[in-house]
């Protein structure tokens, strides 16, 4: 099976950077998501990752080590917009989506 | 907007009601899916559609039943539900089940389903 592993919630401040740690064991590999989940909305797409790096978009940069099973979401500048549920999932080898249980974030003024 | 709706929003049923979600797609995807999303936990997939036939079911109970009428559109019909099926259940599209960037699943915003 899938193991997804992210933190469970993260506190800080407005104009903050915070990371998102997301760990993953799975037996393939074809990529690996980060979407956004406002309270009662959609998940929302935020990035994607298939090679080792860093991919940048504006305030959100995602990274990720395929040799370490590891990802990261860097959320700069935060705004209390941002204050939401990010959502961490790894397509292995076909259009399956294996989902962590989301990372809670709080964004405080 | 992702381009993807869901209706409705909210539904409150009993064990012995029938109801059915609907979900709807304007970005001309040939994929559509249906998860579950239950507090805490991770989105489970339950069934997947690829050009109206269906790929994937993933040992969902048979108090579900998914409905595919044609790309844009996809039911889930309900019936007979417990107190524990209640969650919100996800509609998500893609262009096709394919492993690329292009192939990302998008969500609409959900049913919150609530089994009295």
């Known amino acids: 099976g899938q193991n997804i592993d992210q933190p469970t919630e993260m506190t800080a401040t407005e104009g903050a950077i915070v990371q998102i740690n997301c760990t993953y064991q799975?037996?393939?590999?074809?990529?690996l998501f980060w979407y956004q989940q406002h309270a009662g909305e959609a998940p929302t797409f935020l990035s994607y990752?298939?090679?080792?790096g860093l991919e940048e978009k504006g305030r959100f940069s995602s990274f990720l080590s395929r040799s370490k099973g590891y990802s990261y979401l860097l959320l700069k500048e935060l705004q209390m917009k941002d204050s939401a549920s990010y959502l961490c999932?790894?397509?292995?080898?076909?259009?399956?989506?294996?989902f962590g249980a989301g990372t809670t974030v709080t964004v405080r003024a | 907007e992702t381009g993807v709706t869901q209706t409705p929003r909210h539904l409150v049923m009993g064990m012995t009601n029938k109801k059915s979600l609907k979900c709807e797609q304007h970005?001309?995807?040939?994929?559509m899916y249906w998860y579950k999303q239950s507090a805490k936990k991770p989105l489970e997939l339950m069934f997947v559609?690829?050009?109206?036939?269906?790929?994937e079911n993933n040992s969902v109970p048979s108090r579900f039943s998914p409905e595919c009428p044609n790309s844009s559109h996809l039911f889930l019909h309900l019936h007979t539900l417990q107190p524990e099926d209640s969650a919100l259940y996800l509609c998500?599209?893609?262009?096709?089940?394919?492993?690329?960037?292009?192939?990302?699943?998008?969500f609409g915003p959900g049913t919150r389903l609530t089994v009295l």
């Open positions: 998500a599209s893609s262009q096709d089940l394919g492993r690329g960037a292009g192939d990302t699943q998008y």
């Open positions: 970005l001309g995807h040939n994929a």
């Open positions: 799975t037996s393939g590999f074809n990529g």
């Open positions: 999932a790894v397509r292995e080898h076909d259009y399956k989506l294996s």
């Open positions: 990752n298939v090679l080792d």
């Open positions: 559609y690829s050009l109206e036939e269906r790929v």
